[in-house]
Structure formats: C-alpha cells, structure tokens
C-alpha cells in the first residue's frame, strides 16, 4: 500500500536561457530624439538668422551657409520653379563667382521637370547673395553636386557642392525630407524678401535715371534754343546791319537748328530701342563693302581735319550677319567720334578680320586715349569725358551704337591707352550662328590685342619724340 501521506517528490522545473535583450523602444526614442534635436537646432538658427537687423541678402547667404553646414557642403543654392525660375547661391564677400555660378548652372540644367515645362521657363535668373568671406583654397578641388527636390513647398530644388562623391550619395540621409522643408520654407521666405529689395532698388535706380534723363535733355534743348533766339532776335529787330555779321549770324543758328534736329533724332532712336521697335532687317552682309562705304562718306571730313584714314579690311566675300544700314550706321558714329578727337595730322583706320566664326571690325585712333576708370561709362547716356565738352555731340552716340550692336545679337566695346589712342571693337556674328559665350570670348580676345598693339604704339611714339628733342632724326 502507497502511505497518503508520503511526500510526492515533483521534478525539477527546466528554466532555458533568456532571449537576446531587444530594445524596441529606447533605441528608436534616440534616434527621434536625435531627429528632433536636429530640427530644432536648424529652424532655431534660421530664425535667428531670419529675424536679424542684416539686410536681405546677407540673411540669404546666412540661411544657405547655414544649410551648407547642415550637410557638410562647400556651398548651397535654392531654385524655386513657382511662376519664374529663380535661382539663389551663396558667395563669400570678395569671393570670386565662378564656383557659385557653376552651381547655379549645373542645378538649372539638372533640376527635375520636364523637357517641355524648362523650355517654356527659360534659363532660371541667378542672383547671388553675398555673406561673410569664404575661406580660401590653395587648389581647385572637384566638384561634387547634388540635388533635393521639395515638391511641398511651392517646387522648391536645394543644390549643393559636396566635396566627395560618397557625400553625393547620403545627402538625403543628412538633410530629411522634414529638415528640408523646414529649410524650404525659410529659403522661400528670405528669397521673397531679398527679391522685394532688389526690385524696389532697382525702381528707385530707375526714377532717379528717368529724373536725371529729363533734367539733361531739357538742358541740352534750352541751351540751344537761347541761343538761337538770341540770333533771331537780333536779325529781325534790324541790330544787324552788316551783312557779313548777318550771314555769319544765319550760319550759326543753322549750325544750332542742326545740333538740336540731332539730339532729338538720338532721343527718337533710342526710345524705339527701349520699345523694342527697330524692325532689324537681318541678312548677311560684306564686312568690307559697309566699312568702304563709311570711309567713302567720312572722307571730305578727313581732308578738312587733315585726319588720314586708312582701312584694313578683309576679303569683300567675306560676311557677317546683321541689318546692313544699322552696321553702317554704327561704324559712322565710331568713326565720326574718332575724327572728332584726333588731332590734326593724327590717323583713323576702320580694320576687319574674322576670329572663327565671329567677325570683328574695329575702330582706331591715334588720340588722347581714354582713361581706364572712364572707360565704363562712355556707354552711360549723356556722358562726356573732361575736356570735351566743348565738343559738338549729343552724348547718346555710344549708348545707341551698343544697344543697336546688342540687338543685333552682337556686342560693342572699347581698348584705349592714354595718349596712345582707342580701338572700338565691334563683334558680330558670321554667316553661322555663334554662340554668345563664344562671340563674347573673340571680342575679349580682340580687345587684349588692341591693347598691346596701342602699348606698342605708345612707345615707339615716346621714342620718337625722345629722339626729336635731341634732334635726331627717327629711325624709319
């Protein structure tokens, strides 16, 4: 018999190891954690920076330094595609533009779109904005570009300079998708503003340039006009009794009525230019047929100033493309300028060649020259160079001959030395259609040979008279 009271003896319980210790909430907690703190550090610098007393642009810059950082970029730039392209990068003070602009470029041809939505837009408008000095680089380091798209805030495309292409891959991984439109929208933000200034500057610039444009022609219609009353009015009151004075008194109001006829035929022209209302009439045309034909008419001119001019042109069946009267025209006003400042005795020459596809016509002279810091401003209308104002010239010549060579897809510019002489060089296109890099990239060509074809003038000139006060004889 089995006692009821004896103690059944229970096995052992078997107890297994534990499982491998998973933390499946601590560990995404850190990382959101890490997200969060992320943003916050990004939208609270961008709010510093939004929120400063620094102007427009240089918060710009700061936004996009900011978001270069973010990602361990060289540079940043932004391309809104809402209504018109535009594109915003970052440059330091100082610094040259040439890698900003490449970036610029790069994301407007890459930037998402199709084919038929870039082609109706149009090249995308570049500003750049200028903050603090970027830290020099000894050596030209590759380029490595990308690009992220942030199709919720208003098709907004963020670019950027990586300096690895390793960099290029995980960008996305640096700047989420909720960082970047954070980023987007205080870009958008700042963009808008810095978009609002210029444009207010640049209407201000305007005003002030339509005041100034109105001041200077209702002066240079007076002034005439007094004059010619005051000839007028002493003919017909009978104060004029000798005939010679009288005669002489005609000539001059008739020399008056010719200067104003041209003033207000410049006045004409260059509204039809501001209108868009030329009708160019584009067609190949000999380079060397049009010059002639300028020379041919500046030549009774030449013989009164005791001015030689000389030619230098190519082949008559060599062509350049553009409206033939309007070419003639603007070689007469380089030419008619040139004679009106070379001394008596002194030499002008129209010379033509071809560089590739480009033709190339110039306009020398061998006088006073023109000094380097008022060589940008002999395009501005209305300005006369100290000393010339007592020569007869409405001062839109040069505006006019640059706008009629720009709308003719051509470009007009000058190389001068002082006391050695100028050169405008016109750039135009040849019988093929040319590139404007390219017809830009001749011209500067032409215009550095002109130059130190001057400096080689300006020397021998100096030898010359070097030998001259000695009394020597110069070398033939």
């Given at each position: 018999?089995?006692?009821?009271?004896?103690?059944r003896s229970a096995p052992n319980p078997t107890i297994g190891a534990p499982p491998p210790f998973v933390e499946r909430r601590i560990s995404p907690r850190r990382m959101d954690d890490q997200m969060s703190w992320r943003e916050t550090t990004l939208l609270a610098r961008s709010l510093d920076i939004l929120?400063?007393?620094?102007?427009?642009?240089?918060?710009?810059?700061?936004?996009?330094?900011?978001?270069?950082?973010?990602?361990?970029?060289?540079?940043?730039?932004?391309?809104?595609?809402?209504?018109?392209?535009?594109?915003?990068?970052?440059?330091?003070?100082?610094?040259?533009?040439?890698?900003?602009?490449?970036?610029?470029?790069?994301?407007?041809?890459?930037?998402?779109?199709?084919?038929?939505?870039?082609?109706?837009?149009?090249?995308?408008?570049?500003?750049?904005?200028?903050?603090?000095?970027?830290?020099?680089?000894?050596?030209?380091?590759?380029?490595?570009?990308?690009?992220?798209?942030?199709?919720?805030?208003?098709?907004?495309?963020?670019?950027?300079?990586?300096?690895?292409?390793?960099?290029?891959?995980?960008?996305?991984?640096?700047?989420?998708?909720?960082?970047?439109?954070?980023?987007?929208?205080?870009?958008?933000?700042?963009?808008?503003?810095?978009?609002?200034?210029?444009?207010?500057?640049?209407?201000?610039?305007?005003?002030?340039?339509?005041?100034?444009?109105?001041?200077?022609?209702?002066?240079?219609?007076?002034?005439?006009?007094?004059?010619?009353?005051?000839?007028?009015?002493?003919?017909?009151?009978?104060?004029?009794?000798?005939?010679?004075?009288?005669?002489?008194?005609?000539?001059?109001?008739?020399?008056?009525?010719?200067?104003?006829?041209?003033?207000?035929?410049?006045?004409?022209?260059?509204?039809?230019?501001?209108?868009?209302?030329?009708?160019?009439?584009?067609?190949?045309?000999?380079?060397?047929?049009?010059?002639?034909?300028?020379?041919?008419?500046?030549?009774?001119?030449?013989?009164?100033?005791?001015?030689?001019?000389?030619?230098?042109?190519?082949?008559?069946?060599?062509?350049?493309?553009?409206?033939?009267?309007?070419?003639?025209?603007?070689?007469?006003?380089?030419?008619?300028?040139?004679?009106?400042?070379?001394?008596?005795?002194?030499?002008?020459?129209?010379?033509?060649?071809?560089?590739?596809?480009?033709?190339l016509v110039a306009v020398r002279d061998d006088g006073a020259g023109i000094a380097s810091e008022d060589r940008p401003r002999i395009f501005e209308r209305f300005f006369r160079l100290p000393g010339h104002t007592r020569i007869t010239g409405t001062g839109l010549g040069l505006p006019i001959a640059r706008?009629?060579?720009?709308?003719?897809?051509?470009?007009?510019?000058?190389?001068?030395?002082?006391?050695?002489?100028?050169?405008?060089?016109?750039?135009?296109?040849?019988?093929?259609?040319?590139?404007?890099?390219?017809?830009?990239?001749?011209?500067?060509?032409?215009?550095?040979?002109?130059?130190?074809?001057?400096?080689?003038?300006?020397?021998?000139?100096?030898?010359?008279?070097?030998?001259?006060?000695?009394?020597?004889?110069?070398?033939?």
């Amino acid at each position: 018999m089995t006692d009821p009271t004896a103690r059944r003896s229970a096995p052992n319980p078997t107890i297994g190891a534990p499982p491998p210790f998973v933390e499946r909430r601590i560990s995404p907690r850190r990382m959101d954690d890490q997200m969060s703190w992320r943003e916050t550090t990004l939208l609270a610098r961008s709010l510093d920076i939004l929120v400063s007393d620094l102007p427009a642009e240089a918060r710009l810059a700061g936004m996009l330094g900011l978001l270069a950082h973010t990602v361990g970029a060289r540079r940043a730039a932004v391309l809104s595609m809402a209504g018109e392209c535009r594109i915003a990068v970052a440059a330091g003070e100082g610094e040259d533009p040439t890698d900003a602009l490449a970036l610029a470029a790069w994301l407007d041809a890459r930037a998402p779109g199709s084919r038929a939505e870039r082609a109706a837009s149009g090249p995308a408008v570049v500003s750049i904005a200028r903050g603090t000095s970027a830290e020099p680089r000894v050596e030209p380091e590759p380029h490595n570009y990308a690009w992220i798209e942030i199709p919720s805030s208003g098709r907004v495309v963020l670019g950027f300079d990586l300096p690895s292409p390793s960099a290029v891959e995980n960008v996305g991984e640096r700047l989420p998708r909720q960082l970047a439109r954070h980023a987007a929208v205080a870009l958008a933000l700042v963009s808008a503003q810095v978009a609002g200034e210029r444009e207010s500057a640049d209407l201000l610039a305007r005003d002030r340039e339509r005041e100034h444009y109105v001041s200077t022609v209702a002066h240079d219609l007076r002034t005439p006009l007094t004059g010619l009353a005051g000839y007028l009015e002493l003919i017909a009151d009978g104060r004029v009794d000798d005939p010679a004075v009288r005669s002489d008194f005609l000539d001059r109001s008739r020399a008056i009525v010719d200067t104003m006829g041209d003033l207000v035929g410049d006045l004409l022209e260059m509204s039809r230019i501001e209108a868009g209302n030329l009708g160019l009439e584009m067609a190949p045309f000999s380079v060397a047929d049009v010059a002639r034909r300028v020379l041919d008419a500046l030549r009774p001119i030449g013989l009164k100033r005791q001015v030689e001019l000389r030619s230098d042109l190519p082949p008559r069946i060599r062509a350049a493309v553009g409206d033939r009267r309007r070419v003639e025209q603007i070689l007469t006003n380089l030419a008619g300028n040139a004679l009106k400042f070379t001394d008596d005795g002194g030499t002008v020459e129209i010379a033509g060649w071809f560089h590739g596809q480009v033709a190339l016509v110039a306009v020398r002279d061998d006088g006073a020259g023109i000094a380097s810091e008022d060589r940008p401003r002999i395009f501005e209308r209305f300005f006369r160079l100290p000393g010339h104002t007592r020569i007869t010239g409405t001062g839109l010549g040069l505006p006019i001959a640059r706008e009629l060579a720009r709308a003719m897809g051509g470009e007009l510019d000058v190389a001068s030395v002082p006391d050695a002489g100028s050169s405008f060089v016109l750039a135009l296109s040849g019988p093929a259609e040319v590139d404007t890099d390219v017809l830009r990239s001749s011209l500067r060509a032409a215009l550095a040979a002109e130059e130190i074809r001057l400096e080689e003038a300006a020397v021998i000139r100096a030898m010359h008279e070097a030998e001259r006060s000695r009394g020597e004889s110069p070398p033939s």
